[in-house]
């Protein structure tokens, strides 16, 4: 693995040219799809398309877009939404080629110390029957669990609330 080959490039304009296509932003959102995670990105949410996802992003009011590249190839993304003052929502996701391999740490990390620039702490929240996330956020982002919120999310397929596991990472120093 080349730590070199991860580079993780905000959706900004610079000089008038947005640093992704439209047709890029979709194809995030169409390769999540394919692997199966975009419910659990977006929990709760059957409703969320991806050209809602291309408005929101567009539009950058609450929210910034990033994009992890391995090499020239997307390996991920995640998005920071509801941003308030010096917190965020985020919805983080790693294709599925990399999972079980050095470069989905590595990709990880890389997300983490970028947002870990931004923000002093991220907290995030997990759905609690996604034991797959919670785990990968304690041994592989370094968050540490907090608590646990009751209800925190409603799931429209199941039309039930589900609770969530509060997780959070400070910046050390």
Known sequence: MDKNK??????????????????????????????????MIFYGDSKFTKYDFLQRVKRGEDCMLYVAMYGDDPAGFVLMDNIRYRHAHGHFCVYSEYWGTEELTAISQAMIRLLLKRYSVLIGIVPVDN???????????????????????????????????????????
Do not use: H, W
């Open 131 to 173: 034991e797959r996330a919670v785990r990968f956020s304690e041994r592989v982002l370094g968050m540490r669990k907090l608590t646990v919120i009751p209800r925190y999310f409603y799931n429209d397929k199941i039309k039930d609330d589900v609770d969530g596991v509060m997780l959070c990472v400070e910046k050390e120093g």
């Open 6 to 39: 991860i580079s993780i490039i905000p959706y900004v304009e610079v000089d008038g040219i947005l640093t992704f296509r439209d047709s890029q932003i979709l194809a995030l959102i169409d390769r999540a799809e394919k692997d199966g995670t975009l419910p």
